[in-house]
């Protein structure tokens, strides 16, 4: 959650690497994903395209195999170049249920998709490796710099992508239930501030908007849960994000050690954040704060330090700005714009020449938890969220500046913003027919998978996240399938 890197919520919460990279460079005080789940948003980030542009729909569906990204024009110009842990923006990756429950977001019935999220203390008082994959894949990389890096007469470019502070798998809930365990240990937990921590305010299920109903269900957040549980929950999340910034540590002492740090770019950011129960919701998914506002900071040499950049920026500008670090021209015709005339602070006639960067970011979302598909927009202080057509879902409004925690939709009460904001949308991209081409690619993708299966589809079917709510009436949501289809 992006929010925890500048005040207040960094209160909750000790994250030393971070506070250096703030110290010693700059943070983005408004930096939203473009699609607020992995595959789809880091699709955006390697490409410098707007989702609608990748048709990187969902979590199965991302970018084709042999895009050229960043990166591989980077190495094309002589960049050493290096990649450990999570990259997840080609097609294919993530389970069949992520992505069936992707395809049948349409069909009429409600199903939880995932286990009721809860906490799990593991460990001991000095158990500091706890999640073990990305502690390996940073270890890598410490040791790339170390022992590679150092001696390269070329520029290099290392890319390090963590899991956590992503929730654990929860085998409690059966083999295909998804991640809704927050993990910690006691080692972690200290370094969070349990006064600091706020309980969100939950509106009545009635009161829900009906797409945000549709995601606390099939997120299982609709039941009962005591204010006990939302802390933990909240300070389970902040210890796992205390353990990423460890690993960021690592890294930056690393280049300290072998004398690289003075000249080498540091970018952090991340893919989506996490609601942790705001909105009567975990997870992402979503256009809350809590799912699309996302960290970025950056330091380097040439750059300006103790810096806050409070313009929107987004991460399809991580491709235009890796390319503008190594001199290198654009090409094509980027969604995104270049960070480092914000991070030099140039006039703005020294900007690209493709113009000034614009005052909205765009992030929108067509995958599973969600019925519709969805797009946000976000100025200096408005946030417009629409959903498939425009006309048969209501859509939001929120002012940030009044109303940071998001709690009072006032679409209703500003006519004038919300016409002026969907035009300006529509500018972007035409969302009804983007909507539109979504729903038919979901139908067509579920037909032929279920014909892949043959007799087989019901039992395959069953045995997916939602198996605890489908066993219950199998044929009622088999007949709402056939009804759709």
Known sequence: DGRLT????????????????????????????????????????????????TESWNNFKGLDPDYVTWMDLMEKHGYRAQKFGKLDFTS??????????????????????????????????????????????????????????????????????LNLPHPYPSPYAGENFGSSTFLTSPYWLEKVNYEAIKIPKWSSLSEMHPVDYYSSYTKNCTGEFTKEEVKNIRAFYYAMCAETDAMLGEVISALQDTGLLGKT??????????????????????????????????????????????NV?????????????????????????????????????????RGPRPSWVLSEFHGCNVNSSVYMLRTSKWKYITYSDGSSVPPQLFDLTADPDELTNVAIKFPVTV????????????????????????????????????????SVIANLRWHQDWLKDQKKYENAIDKWL
């Open 6 to 53: 500048f005040f207040p919520g960094n209160q909750t919460v000790d994250l030393p690497s971070i506070n250096f990279m703030k110290r010693h460079g700059t943070v983005f005080l408004n930096a939203y994903t473009n699609s607020p789940i992995c595959c789809p948003s880091r699709a955006a980030m390697w490409s410098g395209l707007f989702t609608h542009l």
């Open 313 to 353: 920026v987004s991460l399809v500008d991580i491709y235009p700005t890796m390319l503008d670090i190594a001199r290198i021209a654009v090409s094509q015709n980027l969604s995104g714009y270049s960070l480092m005339p914000l991070l030099r602070e140039k006039t703005e006639s020294e900007v690209s020449p």
């Open 265 to 310: 770019i540091i970018i952090f950011t991340a893919d989506h954040g996490e609601l942790a129960m705001e909105h009567r919701q975990f997870y992402k998914m979503s256009m809350y704060e809590g799912s699309s506002h996302v960290p970025l900071l950056v330091m380097g040499p040439g750059l300006r330090e103790q810096q806050q950049i409070p």
């Open 92 to 161: 294919g990756h993530h389970s069949v249920s992520n992505r069936v429950e992707a395809w049948t977001r349409d069909v009429n019935f409600l199903l939880r998709q995932e286990g009721r999220p809860m906490v799990k203390l593991t460990g001991h008082r000095k158990q500091f490796r706890v999640m073990e994959t990305d502690w390996r894949n940073t270890d890598k990389a410490v040791k790339w710099i170390k022992e590679e890096a150092v001696n390269f007469t070329q520029p290099f470019i290392l890319y390090l992508g």
């Open 419 to 458: 016409y002026s904001l969907d035009k300006l949308l529509r500018s972007i991209v035409n969302y009804p027919k983007v909507s539109s081409s979504v729903k038919e690619y979901n139908k067509q993708q579920f037909i032929s998978w279920k014909q892949s299966l043959g007799h087989n589809y019901s």
